[in-house]
């Protein structure tokens, strides 16, 4: 007998394994080839068919439980505490701003080229009753009505807890100059009222009154109110406006909870502008022309809706100095 490196004996003889293995011919296969046969059952049954129909069966069991799960829970936690898959940010849509204004004036910026022949061609259009704003700058002033139309998109409900008016630049400038035009716009639908005092000191929108001194704040004081919007649900409320001793641009930020979450979002004018409100100066010989219809003043024939006047600022604060209703001018 002789022992080998490591001290191992070894007897040259042999075993009935070792015999049996060298006479089949046979030798053991090695790893990689077990693995490898293992890895092509393996990708055999991926491909069956009833691989195929498991995974599918797995996948609808799995939405079904995640929808039961998530109704279950709606269920049981209070409406305002579940989260929402819609941002915060988007929980509410502006679905429209439109002018509303029955009747009142607005101050017209004078145009380059400005004069008798523009004078008589704003009378036709507004005599027309055609869109004469359409193209041309006018500003609301003294007063201005805007229906703003607001829809809930989150499927949980929306409370809107404050609408702050945002004034650009921090405050209001002077009064517009230009032209005035004193004539009636569009009708008002039945919504809620809301009043606004926008150069005052610090304006806050509020629930109108028998007069303007009995307007009570509508989302703060001790009468505090909110609005409401399910999902899809829409509410539609007027703001009338007014500017007593400037001309302002402002836009409103709104302040809204929606699932246990707080979000804020802007709502602007027209055509994404700000809004824009300009005070009567109170000397009507400030402006360059004053346009006005047939009932506001005494015409000396039968009156006619579709008569409209117009008169330098001067001569119109001239006629209406005693306070009475002056007749109308000749044409």
């Known amino acids: 007998m002789a022992a080998d490196r490591r001290g191992t004996r070894r007897t040259g003889a042999l075993t009935r394994a070792s015999v049996r293995r060298r006479s089949s011919g046979q030798r053991p296969p090695r790893p990689e080839e077990e693995e490898g046969e293992g890895t092509t059952g393996r990708l055999r049954f991926a491909k069956s068919p009833t691989a195929w129909l498991l995974g599918i069966l797995l996948a609808?069991?799995?939405?079904?439980?995640?929808?039961?799960?998530?109704?279950?829970?709606?269920?049981?936690?209070?409406?305002?505490?579940?989260?929402?898959?819609?941002?915060?940010?988007?929980?509410?849509d502006v679905v429209e701003v439109k002018d509303v204004k029955d009747i009142g004036y607005y101050v017209l910026l004078d145009a380059e080229g400005a004069g008798s022949a523009a004078d008589r061609k704003l009378i036709e259009e507004i005599s027309s009753g055609g869109p004469w704003r359409e193209g041309r700058n006018a500003v609301d002033a003294g007063n201005a009505e805007w229906m703003i139309t607001v829809q809930g998109r989150a499927a949980q409900q929306v409370r809107i807890t404050d609408i702050v008016p945002v004034l650009e630049g921090g405050r209001c400038g002077k009064p517009l100059g230009g032209s005035l035009a004193h004539f009636p716009s569009q009708g008002v639908m039945d919504v809620i009222p809301l009043e606004l005092e926008v150069d005052a000191?610090?304006?806050?929108?509020?629930?109108?009154?028998?007069?303007?001194?009995?307007?009570?704040?509508?989302?703060?004081?001790?009468e505090a109110k909110h609005i409401t919007l399910n999902q899809n649900e829409t509410e539609a409320f007027i703001v009338h406006a007014t500017a007593s001793t400037g001309y302002c641009r402002w836009r409103y930020r709104v302040h809204y909870e929606v699932g246990g979450s707080t979000a804020e979002m802007t709502i602007s004018g027209p055509g994404g502008k700000p809004f824009e409100l300009t005070a009567r100066?109170?000397?009507?010989?400030?402006?360059?022309?004053?346009?006005?219809?047939?009932?506001?003043?005494?015409?000396?024939?039968?009156?006619?809706?579709?008569?409209?006047?117009?008169?330098?600022?001067?001569?119109?604060a001239r006629d209406r100095r005693s306070g009475k209703v002056p007749p109308c001018p000749k044409s």
Not at 63 to 85: G, M, N
Not at 282 to 287: N, Q, R, V, W
Not at 290 to 307: E, K, M, N
């Open 201 to 222: 000191p610090r304006p806050r929108l509020k629930i109108s009154g028998k007069d303007a001194k009995d307007a009570k704040p509508f989302f703060t004081g001790p």
């Open 281 to 316: 100066m109170t000397d009507a010989s400030g402006y360059r022309r004053v346009y006005f219809p047939s009932f506001d003043c005494l015409p000396s024939g039968p009156p006619t809706s579709h008569d409209w006047y117009e008169q330098s600022g001067a001569d119109y």
């Open 60 to 92: 609808v069991v799995t939405v079904t439980f995640q929808d039961v799960l998530a109704a279950s829970v709606k269920t049981i936690l209070p409406l305002d505490r579940v989260p929402d898959r819609l941002s915060p940010q988007n929980a509410i």
